[in-house]
């Protein structure tokens, strides 16, 4: 099946149109039309291609990965609640996400549930309403959920998805960092430090004993997955041992650490806590799904007009890289650790032996080979049914979940592996593995799948099953998700750049290319914008940080430009969709201020003029953060990976 061109989108065209046609939010519902009748040809094939085993083993490591963070979040969440939300609230959020995103979006590789930021906003709206009376709390959330609908709609209706094209990895990494890297506690999303915090409520609350013993699970849960899914992508064992190893790396950690906790004698005299028992499909507390919102005083509900605003705010931000994910994600990167928002620039340290010659690997492909398109303004339209139907039963509010879509999409590809000889000094050669993504099973049966299974585990003996959980394995599934936050990000692959010793650097580093002093700057410009964030969500204010993420956008786009060369800024940063299958929806490749400034700045006279996607030979992008090798030249044709061994050599970046 061909490829979509964007240049034969009839939503591409929108540069060379007349009038107000220009102007998308001029056009209503146009966006979501064109979603619509992109994607729609493919429907049946989105069926016909799940029957095979890479769907199998997909929809297995996926439960697994949505099903267990979905549970460290909800335990979060229902501490600060005073047990308002609980495991069935959980599993309901992710049974009403996947079940909707697989049957309708435009794309179904998307994985919606419950992230910690809808942790870190719901539990800081019950802090605010218990100032003034706690048992406004749930009616007021559904009227945060309504508004947040009403402002999905609206952004959806009047094609505002386009200004995610906008979106760079600069405020992306920082985005990233905020909720996975470190903070300083308290009132925040950092997963490792909310996996500190359940460990040492168990010491407080149960005593030293299960405390000890859940901090062992916790650390040898962790140790658990990350040896599996290196052994999947290193050069131990047969292909097929380490693909089972790859792909059920997961519910082996899970199922192992849980019978552990489990075994006769003087392991089994801890009294561990494990999970809440509850009744098969009922809430929590005692209340009805549907409690009577109605009946708030009126003032409340103009007060979570606000509150929704910003919510659709946070979902908005969330979503562009939640999309590109699924379509942009390296070859070699380890999928389990369950990335932030900088997924894309994963170093493959992280998964190979030291010794291994990691650089040449890095400079392949690392698109994965998506040929069905995908529809922005549709699935966000369809963010905001999610919302209100969520919101109306009173359960966390599923959203885009950035680091599963590219696990899914990773789950679901199929790769091979071709053999690339080093000559050694004396005269033999050492054969270092290339593997490559060659095809996605693009197909909505995995998270339907997934959906009917999380509906299954609400069922009274499975929820017996999740019963026998020690909490104390949720603190190992924060390390995880806090650990790829770190090890995963550009922000961490510069600083490590930077303290590198210069002879072990290799010649073909992009970052070489730019001065370390400017390195650090755009390093403090990033810190600038994460401290914000995170002073911020110590406060009750925590409720506006997207307020801030979103303002890193004009940051980048009208001041860094002033700050950095357009060389600089095309290694140091990159446009965080650009693959242009995602763009096709978002009405092409914008032009980069600092690529607007330089032609400026000459007089026009090389004649680059990439407006709106417009011209050819724009560098707008390199292997930039994560220190990999390759940049990407964005011509008439798409994006096209230029050889890093050149511009080592050449130790420049054209523009």
Not at 587 to 608: L, Q, T
Request: aromatic share 12%; glycine share 10%.
């Amino acid at each position: 099946m061909a490829s979509v061109d964007p240049r034969k989108d009839p939503y591409g065209g929108y540069v060379e149109a007349k009038g107000r046609r220009r102007y998308r939010p001029l056009r209503p519902f146009w966006g979501m039309w064109c979603d619509v009748r992109r994607r729609a040809p493919y429907y049946l094939s989105d069926i016909k291609d799940g029957f095979n085993y890479r769907t199998f083993a997909g929809t297995v490591r996926i439960y697994f990965v949505n099903l267990l963070p979905a549970l460290a979040f909800i335990l979060d969440m229902g501490d600060r609640t005073t047990g308002f939300y609980g495991i069935n609230e959980a599993l309901l959020s992710s049974v009403f996400g996947a079940i909707i995103f697989s049957v309708l979006a435009a794309q179904p590789l998307t994985i919606v549930g419950i992230t910690g930021l809808i942790s870190l906003f719901n539990y800081t709206i019950y802090d605010i309403i218990a100032i003034y009376d706690v048992t406004l709390f749930p009616a007021f959330m559904v009227w945060v959920s309504i508004w947040a609908a009403i402002f999905h709609w609206l952004v959806a209706i009047w094609n505002l998805c386009d200004y995610m094209r906008y979106v760079t990895d600069f405020s992306s990494q920082s985005f990233g960092y905020y909720k996975g890297g470190p903070s300083s506690g308290g009132r925040t999303d950092d997963p490792t430090v909310k996996g500190v915090e359940l460990l040492i409520a168990e010491f407080s609350e149960y005593g030293s004993l299960d405390g000890y013993m859940s901090t062992l699970i916790a650390i040898l849960f962790f140790g658990t997955v990350y040896a599996l899914e290196s052994a999947g992508k290193s050069k131990l064992f047969r292909p097929w041992i380490r693909g089972i190893l790859g792909d059920y790396a997961y519910p082996i950690a899970t199922i192992f650490w849980t019978g552990f906790s489990h075994i006769p004698g003087t392991l089994h005299d801890v009294e561990i806590t494990t999970l809440d028992h509850t009744p098969a499909f009922y809430p929590t507390v005692q209340r009805p799904w549907v409690v009577d919102f109605w009946n708030i005083p009126v003032k409340w509900v103009f007060v979570a007009l606000p509150v929704g605003f910003l919510l659709m705010l946070l979902f908005y931000y969330d979503h562009v890289s939640l999309t590109s994910c699924t379509s942009y994600f390296p070859d070699h990167s380890n999928p389990i650790l369950l990335f932030p928002p900088s997924v894309q620039h994963l170093q493959l340290t992280l998964l190979l032996p030291p010794s291994q010659n990691v650089s040449s690997i890095a400079a392949q492909a690392r698109y994965f080979p998506l040929k069905k398109p995908g529809g922005f303004h549709w699935d966000f339209f369809l963010m905001g049914c999610s919302c209100f139907g969520a919101g109306v039963l009173n359960i966390p509010l599923p959203n885009g979940l950035v680091p599963q879509a590219p696990v899914h999409t990773d789950s679901v590809t199929v790769y091979s592996t071709t053999l690339s000889p080093t000559p050694l000094a004396d005269g033999t050669r050492l054969n270092e593995p290339v593997v490559k993504a060659t095809e996605v099973k693009e197909q909505r049966l995995s998270s339907f799948i997934m959906g009917l299974a999380l509906l299954g585990t609400m069922t009274g003996p499975l929820l017996i099953v999740l019963h026998t959980i020690p909490r104390g394995l949720f603190g190992g599934v924060f390390f995880v998700v806090g650990y790829g936050g770190l090890e995963g990000s550009g922000i961490t692959q510069k600083i490590l750049y930077l303290l590198r010793e210069p002879r072990f650097v290799p010649s073909n580093e992009p970052l070489r290319s730019v001065p370390k002093k400017k390195i650090g700057q755009y390093l403090a410009w990033q810190a600038l914008g994460i401290s914000t964030t995170v002073a911020i969500s110590q406060t009750l204010g925590a409720i506006g940080f997207p307020v801030l993420i979103t303002a890193l956008i004009p940051l980048r786009w009208m001041v860094l430009p002033r700050f950095f060369e357009a060389k600089e800024l095309a290694v140091l940063d990159a446009p965080t969709a650009s693959s242009e299958v995602v763009l096709a929806s978002m009405g092409g490749r914008p032009e980069m201020p600092e690529i607007r400034m330089e032609r400026e700045k000459h007089g026009g006279e090389d004649g680059n003029d990439n407006r709106d996607g417009e011209g050819e030979g724009v560098v707008v992008a390199s292997g930039n953060s994560s220190g990999s090798a390759g940049s990407r030249t964005i011509d008439g044709e798409g994006v096209v990976e230029r050889e890093a061994r050149d511009k080592g050599e050449k130790g420049e970046i054209d523009v």
